[in-house]
């Protein structure tokens, strides 16, 4: 069973905007510091945002400092990545996934399966 699932990806234009949220499955990760990360076409898969396990501390990638804000609503076991000004360089797949520890270390233990966030020029 994928301990998390994500969804909110699709198709937009440059400069719109989209929310991904990423949902735990089977377990409760409120204890965990999670993040996003993105691989794209030819590309190794790369950091972009990381939380606490509290939301008292957050960590963006300077790709997307500024534009995209991760968040986490421990009530609902979900994250989310809110994504604005897209570019077409932020064409990806994009993961969540989880860590052992409460801090951010960017050492993700549990993932989802990934999805498809493509922007057109």
């Known amino acids: 069973q994928v301990p998390l699932v994500e969804s909110g990806g699709g198709l937009v234009q440059a400069g719109g905007s989209l929310r991904l949220s990423c949902a735990a499955s089977?377990?409760?990760?409120?204890?965990?510091?999670m993040g996003w990360l993105r691989q794209a076409p030819g590309k190794e898969r790369e950091f972009i945002a990381g939380i606490s396990w509290n939301g008292g501390s957050t960590n963006y990638a300077d790709s997307v400092k500024g534009r995209f804000t991760i968040s986490r609503d421990n009530a609902k076991n979900t994250m989310y990545l809110q994504m604005n000004s897209l570019k077409p360089e932020d064409t990806a797949v994009y993961y969540c996934?989880?860590?052992?520890?409460?801090?951010?270390?960017?050492?993700?233990?549990?993932w989802g399966q990934g999805t498809q966030v493509s922007v057109s020029s």
């Open positions: 089977g377990r409760t990760f409120s204890s965990n510091a």
């Open positions: 996934a989880a860590e052992r520890t409460t801090v951010i270390r960017k050492r993700y233990d549990y």
